[in-house]
């Protein structure tokens, strides 16, 4: 294979040493036979290996529709994978959790964690199994990803609940990147192959929310967001939304109309 770059060490085209054409094309073009630019996979599992390349087809298209190839998302595919490995060391390097998970004794900023894991399972599980749609699949693991990644927490419990979130992004993702989850299931402390786990079942009482966040609204337009009990009702919205200094500023001198409530998502205060 001889290969041409840019100079960011970008491949551009790649052809068999026998071809007079390239058959390999990068960028963001639709692959075509007429075109003559379909794409050797060989070439960037050669650079990032097949983990990385999978991730990548599975994640830019559904099944479905046509893929459009770009250097830059199998580079993007890459670095998640190497944050989730860097996720799993940075955990291990505190040592394997010593206790079990209690659900009735986690702080609020771990039962969030844990909600976010449930919910991802429950996700995932439903785009592979039901609506078979990869990419969602995928975004909905980077998003428990991002979450994991703002967690910093080492206390016993806190280390606990990192743990069942590493294990089950790894589970969820090892149908797409077998040979990453293989290891890292390993080094979470398994003696079995990582396709010998079991599926993780989301728990609907992990899912369940003590607290939600609530857009305040005056006339339609977002002038406050406010943190309540997901069991609040009307006239403690309200009162929670008038103490807030920029919804004060947009009803001064004007006379509540009505309000419109949205069970945990949206309070909106008509004034005139």
Known sequence: MITETDDKGRIISARH???????????????????????????????YGADTVRLFMMFAAPPEQSLEWSDSAVEGAHRFLRRLWKQVYDHLNQGLPTVQLNSEALTDDQRELRRKVHETIRKVTDDIERRQTFNTAIAAIME??????????????????????????????????????????????????????????????????????????????????????????????????????????HIEGKMIRKKIAVPNKLLNIVVG
Do not use: Y
């Open 17 to 47: 040493k026998d071809d007079g054409e390239p058959v390999l094309v990068s960028g963001m073009s639709k692959m075509s036979k007429s075109k003559n630019n379909g794409i050797d996979p060989q070439v960037m599992i050669d650079r």
């Open 144 to 249: 428990l990803s991002n979450a994991m990644s703002r967690f910093d927490d080492t206390s016993d419990q806190g280390r606990a609940v990192m743990q069942e979130a590493l294990e089950a992004a790894v589970v969820l993702l090892s149908p797409i990147v077998p040979h990453i989850t293989h290891e890292l299931w390993t080094l979470l402390g398994h003696q079995d192959a990582v396709v010998a786990a079991a599926w993780p079942v989301a728990d609907e009482t992990a899912m369940t929310r003590t607290k939600v966040e609530i857009v305040v609204q005056v006339n339609g337009k977002v002038r406050a967001r406010i943190e309540v009990a997901a069991d609040a009702d009307e006239d403690t919205l309200l009162h929670l939304a008038l103490a807030q200094e920029n919804v004060k500023k």
